[in-house]
């Protein structure tokens, strides 16, 4: 699978950011999705996910912030991002699997190019 993710950027504490990203693959509507990050020194981490039924899950740190969602006619999972903190500052990566287990384990074959949220005064 290929995946190309973007929409990250410099934002100020507070704010918001879209990220995209566009899943190869006529069997998009089955994948279970996720949205990763990795900050500078740290191991990278389940940010949330969607089934392929649309049911989300998030780490606690991103409760009620962040929103994941899918456009299966489009290819395209998104990860809207609001009250952006500077501990959000990231790497963000998306990935795809059938099992849903997988994309909490984050056993991938390969990763696509992340995109930078930078999120500071």
């Known amino acids: 699978v290929q995946l190309q993710a973007s929409g990250g950027g410099l934002v100020q504490p507070g704010g918001s950011l879209r990220l995209s990203c566009v899943v190869s693959?006529?069997?998009?509507?089955?994948?279970?999705l996720g949205w990763y990050r990795q900050a500078p020194g740290r191991q990278r981490e389940l940010v949330a996910a969607i089934t392929s039924g649309g049911n989300t899950d998030y780490v606690d740190s991103v409760k009620g912030r962040f929103t994941i969602s899918r456009d299966n006619a489009k290819n395209t999972v998104y990860l809207q991002m609001n009250s952006l903190k500077p501990e959000d500052t990231a790497v963000y990566y998306c990935?795809?699997?059938?099992?849903?287990?997988?994309?909490?384990?984050?056993?991938?074959?390969?990763w696509g190019q992340g995109t930078l949220v930078t999120v500071s005064s």
């Open positions: 693959g006529s069997i998009f509507p089955v994948y279970a």
């Open positions: 990935n795809a699997h059938l099992t849903y287990r997988k994309i909490a384990t984050m056993e991938f074959d390969s």
